[in-house]
């Protein structure tokens, strides 16, 4: 409960500084990511890939890593490859040293047709022929001849000549073609016959017709329809930075050389034609750019391209709409409509992949050597049909994953993988929906302002050392959590790195403001009341924001009074040694101090075995009343117990005489120049506390407490009038009243005492002695132990043997 009313306190007291430094803190995070100042992006690209990789994995399925897809299949250009094309003579003979003859594409396409495959992508690049371009020829006539539709890719590089604009793109759907005729008898002696060596002049022209053939053909198969809306536009292939030489043009060995003159240029990429004999036998051709980050990894991609002239899509991009069969794309802000299918995007364009784990882990793997295997394997039915079944209604990614093949890329969840690994992602997450896409700026910003306003409230309303250092610490450490289980559950990138940044500093300008002003009234404090006020009612005073009036106010406490019975019995048998008296008067009042400070009291000060506390000040409590009372009770329960370890050291039996009192006094520092200034209360109430506590002795009580303690407790506490009793020095009388309990925690034997007792003070107040004596007898037949019947009964023998006055008003007068 201290704690709960101690963060209630500070969040009242501090709510407008936790937003402002909230506030301040997101606009700094939001600047530091903005102007990635130390390189943030770096920091964010790193809580995205920590956050992919804990939750994408065994743990978290089904909502982390998911099953390999059944859709897809990649034929893998492995190091098993490798061993068995080297090994086996006639793979060797056919094929070569790699990179293969394009006989092995022949054979490879030829077979997934006879399987039934529905989409055929190569994430392989072939701009230049063979010097027998013989293997180049069958790989061109297998894939016009196959059923399934065959996308290749194309590279876009500098220092290569623009392709022609191409006013109306198509995407050209892929149809079989039959394979070109044998040749006959007479066109094969024509073959045979060698030709006139055509002079080098010749060589070059034919060159140039054959380049601008190309050129013009490539341009129609390479273009892309794609629609832009909504204000996009095709980006540009990044342009390759270069040096500029002396001329304006790229820098040559001779202006390197002479390293005058030289400037910092960029070279634009333009894409580079694939070899004439797949150009139009190809269904479609789609660029195959890295689309790497700063750090080498991949992980978005922005789906098309232009390069000034034509637009063009990237690899995946181009087989999903064969196998949709699309004529066009239409990207728009958030979605990719590819045919009659929409697939959902970020704002402007672009979709982070969801690679959803490691290669092996979602994608079934088929070795190329296994498929040569199924394809050179007519003798044996079985195993060829093993084969064929695997590939049925598949699509086949072809792709290298042997390093030796030169084509490794780092990804989120490996440093060095197949680079098809990209084109299999994109793939799935085109066909299921399920690209990564950006959250909303705003939606990173409110991350951010709840992130700062939870740290500054850690930091401020904890205020501990632990949280101060906890909370920037933890921030750093667990934001790759909201990454990752963000993305999990709802396929959403929402900044971390940056709400991190923003958490952390807020953290620290809230430590500083605590370290450096709030804590100017904490520390004065501290140095006033630390040593008889509980940290956590010290905390309160402090937080409450009401700073008790030192030089002296009039406010309604309770005052507590106590001491121990017997103790005079104490000091006389621990005479001859003072310092085990010391102790046990140590351990006394550490038993009871505790229990009064964790009720709310105010220690005023020690008196030898006296303690004398305060209830409602300097921190107010309402129910001031009944924490003196309840605090009263608890520290007769510890006595009791206290009681019993003296015993077993064959100390004195003790008991606590407790007076509360219940007034308005005045309270404040007191002092004088030469001795140390107080935090006490003074007036009558303090007066007549200090005379219930003393009068315990005459009535053989416990705790008695004035009447306006009684009129707040009366509800909640079980009591008994004991008599009127009159000051010394003041002619009103007081009713005191007995602390029995608390309701519900007294016996009915008890209570049936006490309503005795009752009965029994009012014919005594009668002058009704005798009857009063009766009743009494009743109390004490039910309790021989209960003091105020035993002493009222002494009273009522007195008065019957010598009558009191005619104008006795019963009474009591309290002597100082």
Request: aromatic share 10%; hydrophobic share 45%.
């Amino acid at each position: 409960m201290n704690t709960l009313t101690l963060i209630r306190l500070r969040m009242a007291r501090l709510w407008w500084v936790m937003l402002v430094i909230s506030v301040v803190g997101t606009a700094l995070g939001y600047a530091w990511w903005h102007f990635d100042f130390l390189q943030m992006s770096d920091d964010e690209r790193n809580a995205y890939d920590d956050g992919l990789k804990r939750f994408n994995n065994k743990w978290w399925f089904p909502w982390g890593q998911r099953p390999m897809t059944d859709d897809m299949v990649l034929v893998a250009i492995d190091d098993a490859t490798f061993d068995d094309v080297a090994q086996y003579e006639p793979w060797h003979n056919r094929y070569g040293n790699w990179p293969y003859d394009r006989a092995i594409w022949a054979d490879v396409i030829s077979f997934l047709s006879e399987a039934d495959a529905s989409l055929v992508l190569m994430d392989i690049t072939l701009s230049e022929n063979k010097p027998d371009i013989t293997g180049d020829k069958a790989m061109g006539d297998a894939i016009a001849a196959a059923k399934m539709p065959v996308v290749m890719g194309f590279n876009a590089l500098q220092l290569v000549p623009p392709l022609a604009r191409v006013d109306h793109p198509v995407n050209r759907l892929h149809v079989p073609r039959p394979p070109p005729p044998p040749l006959q008898k007479k066109d094969e002696e024509e073959m045979t016959e060698f030709p006139e060596e055509p002079s080098p002049q010749e060589v070059a022209r034919l060159k140039a017709e054959e380049a601008k053939k190309l050129l013009d053909a490539a341009a129609p198969a390479l273009a892309f329809p794609i629609e832009f809306t909504g204000g996009l536009e095709a980006p540009v292939f990044e342009p390759v930075p270069a040096l500029g030489g002396a001329d304006g043009g790229v820098a040559t060995l001779d202006d390197l050389k002479r390293d005058a003159g030289l400037t910092s240029i960029e070279l634009p990429r333009y894409p580079q034609p694939p070899i004439a004999q797949v150009i139009d036998a190809a269904s479609g051709f789609g660029a195959v750019d890295t689309e790497a980050d700063d750090d080498g990894k991949m992980r978005e991609t922005k789906f098309a391209y232009s390069d000034g002239n034509n637009t063009y899509v990237t690899i995946a991009v181009a087989a999903i709409a064969d196998y949709w069969k699309a004529d066009k794309i239409t990207l728009s802000p958030g979605k990719l409509q590819v045919g009659t299918h929409t697939v959902r995007v970020n704002a402007d364009g672009s979709a982070r992949i969801n690679f959803g784990g490691k290669l092996q882990d979602r994608f079934r793997t088929v070795s190329l050597g296994d498929v040569l295997r199924y394809s050179s394997a007519k003798d044996d039915p079985k195993l060829r049909q093993e084969g064929l079944d695997r590939f049925k209604g598949k699509m086949v990614f072809i792709g290298a994953l042997a390093q030796g093949a030169g084509d490794q890329k780092a990804t989120p969840f490996a440093a060095a993988e197949g680079g098809v690994v990209k084109q299999l992602a994109i793939a799935d997450n085109m066909l299921h929906d399920r690209f990564i896409l950006e959250a909303p700026e705003w939606a990173s910003l409110l991350l951010a302002f709840v992130v700062a306003l939870i740290s500054v409230a850690l930091v401020m309303v904890a205020q501990s050392f632990i949280t101060d250092v906890g909370a920037p610490v933890f921030l750093t450490f667990a934001f790759f959590v909201v990454t990752g289980g963000f993305i999990t559950f709802t396929n959403i990138h929402i900044l971390s790195a940056m709400p991190g940044m923003a958490g952390t500093l807020a953290a620290l300008a809230a430590t500083a403001f605590n370290r450096f002003l709030a804590s100017k009234d904490r520390e004065f404090l501290r140095d006033a009341f630390s040593s008889y006020v509980d940290p956590d009612v010290l905390d309160r005073l402090v937080e409450s924001h009401k700073l008790p009036a030192l030089d002296g106010e009039n406010t309604e406490i309770t005052a507590f009074f106590s001491d121990i019975r017997g103790f005079s019995t104490f000091t006389e048998q621990l005479k001859d040694d003072p310092k085990k008296l010391m102790r046990l008067l140590h351990d006394y009042l550490s038993a009871v101090t505790p229990i009064l400070k964790a009720h709310g009291a105010c220690i005023d000060k020690y008196i030898g075995d006296a303690v004398v506390a305060l209830f409602g000040a300097p921190v107010f409590h309402a129910d001031h009343a009944l924490r003196a009372c309840r605090a009263a009770l608890a520290v007769q329960a510890r006595i009791a117990e206290l009681r019993k370890d003296f015993a077993q050291r064959g100390l004195p039996d003790v008991y606590t005489r407790v007076g509360l009192n219940t007034d308005e006094m005045l309270v404040g520092n007191m002092g004088s120049r030469d001795r140390p200034i107080n935090y006490t209360a003074i007036g009558d109430g303090m007066n007549l506390a200090a005379r219930l506590e003393g009068t315990n002795k005459a009535y053989e009580t416990l705790i008695l407490i004035g009447p306006k303690t009684y009129e707040a407790v009366k509800s909640q506490m079980v009591t008994r009038e004991v008599d009127s009793v009159r000051v010394a020095g003041k002619h009103d009388a007081s009713v005191i009243y007995e602390l029995v309990g608390e309701e519900g925690q007294v016996s009915a034997q008890k209570k049936q005492v006490l309503e005795l007792y009752g009965k029994a003070l009012e014919l005594y107040r009668h002058k009704r002695f005798a009857d009063s004596l009766k009743t009494l007898k009743e109390a004490y037949d039910l309790d021989k132990t209960d003091g105020p019947t035993k002493v009222l009964a002494g009273k009522c023998n007195q008065f019957m043997q010598h009558p009191p006055p005619a104008d006795w008003d019963g009474v009591t007068q309290l002597e100082k």
